[in-house]
């Protein structure tokens, strides 16, 4: 019997969509169709000496935009709802400082559980880079300046937009945001479109940064930096 005979059969129709554990005959294809990026000693130097984590995710976030077809910026963040129970959805990042911030509306879910509970966590996975970055911290409200200039770059749709979703909450017929966009139209004919109080972002302050990077076999390299009194300490991780 060889090895693959011992597998489970199959959920019907799962199988042509789920990929197979990569063979060390994979990996060599892998390496010569995708050579910047299917092993490590191919992708070089990736941790550098770095002695704080986001001068190294600026990196990272650089060449993830030369490849990715789209999005380099999205990331999951996940936060806990009053029960305690995990819940996760993608943002965008749009400020990179001493945190990470995205913008969202503070009655949706996310805006509700991480108001109630700021700790949270932050995942990057690019694809084209086989790249991850996980960042675990809490995540503070942003101050309503930051919130209106970044309001005001996005474009009169995107801002008509934000007065028209009701974001999270049930929706009452198939019409309905058309209906409320049309009303924000008309209310906001001819004015400037201001930033709703509810629309504001999030900044989320790292405690820990850890940087993974693709390695054949699944012996992959994991850097760990962890906020301390004295600044950052780092570790390497077991795959
Ligand atoms: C790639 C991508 C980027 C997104 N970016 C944002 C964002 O920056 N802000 C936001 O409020 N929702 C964004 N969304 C929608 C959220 O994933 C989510 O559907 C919405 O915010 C409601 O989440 P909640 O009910 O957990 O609050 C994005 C979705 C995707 C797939
Ligand atoms: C609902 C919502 N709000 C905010 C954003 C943030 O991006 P932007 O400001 O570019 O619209 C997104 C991006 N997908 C979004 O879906």
């Known amino acids: 019997m060889s090895e693959s005979d011992d597998k489970p059969e199959a959920e019907a129709g799962t199988e042509a969509l789920i990929p197979d554990t990569p063979t060390a005959e994979d990996y060599a294809k892998e390496a010569k169709a995708q050579e910047a990026f299917s092993v490590d000693a191919d992708q070089g130097d990736v941790f550098g000496d770095h002695e704080e984590p986001l001068a190294l995710f600026k990196e990272w976030l650089a060449l993830a935009k030369e490849h990715e077809i789209n999005d380099p910026n999205a990331m999951a963040v996940s936060s806990v709802d009053a029960e305690g129970k995990p819940d996760s959805r993608m943002v965008l990042l749009k400020e990179l400082d001493h945190g990470f911030t995205f913008y969202t509306n503070l009655a949706s879910a996310k805006g509700e559980q991480l108001q109630r509970n700021p700790n949270c966590a932050l995942l990057f996975h690019w694809k084209s880079i086989r790249r991850q970055v996980r960042i675990r911290g809490r995540a503070e409200v942003i101050s309503d300046e930051l919130a209106d200039a970044y309001f005001a770059r996005r474009d009169r749709g995107a801002r008509i937009g934000a007065w028209a979703s009701q974001q999270s909450r049930p929706m009452s017929g198939p019409d309905i945001l058309e209906t409320r966009v049309a009303?924000?139209?008309?209310?906001?004919e001819g004015k400037d479109v201001p930033r709703p109080d509810w629309w504001k972002g999030f900044r989320v302050i790292p405690?820990?940064?850890e940087f993974w990077v693709n390695r054949p076999f699944r012996l992959h390299d994991?850097?760990?930096?962890?906020?301390?009194?004295d600044g950052w300490e780092t570790e390497q991780l077991y795959p």
């Not at 009303?183 to 906001?188: G, I, P, Q, S, V």
């Not at 994991?222 to 009194?229: A, G, I, S, V, Y």
């Open 183 to 188: 009303d924000y139209e008309a209310l906001f």
């Open 207 to 209: 405690e820990t940064v």
């Open 222 to 229: 994991r850097k760990l930096f962890r906020q301390t009194d």
